[in-house]
């Protein structure tokens, strides 16, 4: 097993912890997996761009560079509810949950950063093709 492989196993699975975890991110993690496994899986990274929850944001990812707007606003929405309930009840008043706080604030900012896909347009395709005669 190369590094590349190794990594995007890795990436993969902390992936799979934040599509379970609030306070952790999910896509962040799949896209970096996809990535390693370009690298070193074809099988895999085939994989990963058909399946049925992580395929589309994988693709737009690497043809556009962009991210749904629906992805983004659920993961600022996860974040920032599931950090701030985590950081409410397990964190320690004072300078460590402010810090917690702002670590998951600066994910926010990341995430409000990623470039935005455009809308999709409504009708199949050829549908701006079509003129009038």
Not at 18 to 26: D, Q, R, S, V
Not at 82 to 103: A, D, K, Y
């Amino acid at each position: 097993m190369n590094i590349w492989t190794f990594l995007g196993i890795l990436f993969l699975a902390l992936g799979f912890i934040g599509a379970l975890l609030p306070i952790m991110p999910t896509v962040p993690f799949v896209l970096l997996a996809a990535a390693c496994f370009a690298k070193s899986s074809p099988k895999m990274h085939r994989w990963m761009r058909q399946h049925r929850k992580y395929g589309p944001t994988i693709r737009n990812w690497e043809r556009e560079r962009c991210v749904s707007r629906k992805m983004k606003i659920w993961s600022i929405l996860m974040m920032t509810v599931g950090g701030g309930i985590s950081t409410w009840l397990f964190v320690p008043r004072g300078w460590m949950s402010r810090v917690v706080l702002g670590v998951f604030l600066l994910g926010d900012i990341v995430v409000m950063m990623l470039r935005e896909c455009p809308p999709e347009k409504k009708g199949g395709p050829g549908e701006d093709e079509k003129q009038c005669p």
